[in-house]
């Protein structure tokens, strides 16, 4: 009999939450902040590879990936090694007042995977958030600007300079107050829902007619702006993928009024989408590229990465006590290894293999509305009616729920959509898997329609 962590799908032995998962619950509601958003009753005791193993012994596919951080896996052996002979050598002497060999190792590799050929310098971080505050510091920096122009369903963290940015949900900037000023949100390309009825390929050039037509007219004269900020694939959004002629638009304008281009792959990047970055795709050079979550496989870790004639500031200008910490460094450099090695190219890969598998659901089921992404970075929409596309954020939500008790980790992303984001090392079987355990649960909620 294997072990629970040598099995590849699920291994459910005890109801689902089961007693030991109980007793966490009560205790982490009694002292934990409410402030928490939780799916459902998963408490992880420990994980290999794609498979999580709770408290009481069951195992789980996970297709949710920590939210899309564990790029290499849960535990890799690699990754584990490298963080044991790190943690032996130096935890800690802070990279903005000392040095460390291996930061500038990690720049170099990252500054080469970024597109372009002028040099790039890195900047590192302790998360996304502190990424997107970086960038908005250095994007006001370099230009002697101060305005900003951010999307519509856009989540680019919960700090207050960051929350500023983020247009996701109410809920996320309620209670908080007056936010940082000259921030203006304009629509984000959502093919699916286009108000023009325009494909995934040319939905968007109203939206920019609007940017230098209406708001560079009648509120932000284009010289006073910084940076437009944009994710190439929305995550909190509902991983709605722009279209590759927008974003070349958008840079476009960018360069026309020196304007930075800056693009959040904190959570499309690091070969979630079969090339490092999202992106790439398009065939666009960020000013500023932010990056996180996937970079270290689940330690914490971010950086930006700018072009060298942007990243100009003075030494003081911007700092970080642990931010390039060595042991999530020794951690991204292999994950860096893993991910040029196989798992790039494995996302390409499985995320085809995953959309031939899912390309007639919207025949198939009459409350998927959509199924859309890049490589291991799969969203689908959930409606009520096809034909209105109401949204159905409670079908979404017990089909989340039903997955969870069939074995099977999966999130919610934007109102109504379940996003796809499992680790970069899946094979075809887990793949199947997830499918046909989605599948079942898609016939279980469309009996509640």
Partial sequence: MPTTLEVKTPRLVTAIPGPNAKRVLERDARFMSPSYTR???????????????????????DFAAGIAVCSTGHCHPQVVAAIQNQAAELIHMSGTDFYY???????????RTMPGTESKKVFFTNSGTEAIESAVKLARYATRRDKFIAFYGCFHGRSMGALSLTASKSTQRKGFGALLSGIEHIPFPYAYRCAHGHTAETCGAEILEQLEGQIFKRLFDPEDVAGIIIEPIQGEGGYVPAPK???QELQRICHQHGIMFIVDEVQSGMGRTGKWWACEHAGVEPDILCSAKGIASGMPLGAIIAKESVMCWKPGSHG?????????????LA???????EYKENAHRMGDYLFGRL???VKDFRIVGDVRGRGLMIGIEIVRDQRTKEKAADLRNAIVDLAFHKGLLV????????????????????ADFAARTLEDCFREAEKKV
């Fill in 101 to 111: 060999e291996s930061m500038p190792e990690l720049a170099e590799r990252l500054g």
């Fill in 411 to 430: 999130l919610g992303a934007g109102e109504n959509t379940i996003r796809l984001s499992p680790p970069l090392l899946i094979d075809q079987e887990q």
């Fill in 39 to 61: 799916d459902y009753p998963l408490v992880a005791r420990r994980g290999r590879g794609a498979i999580v193993e709770d408290v009481d012994g069951n195992a789980f596919l």
């Fill in 320 to 332: 970080t006590t642990f931010g390039g910490n060595p042991v999530c460094i020794a951690a991204a």
């Fill in 245 to 247: 002629f927008f974003l």
């Fill in 359 to 361: 390309a007639d659901w």
């Fill in 335 to 341: 994950t860096m290894d893993l991910i040029e090695s």
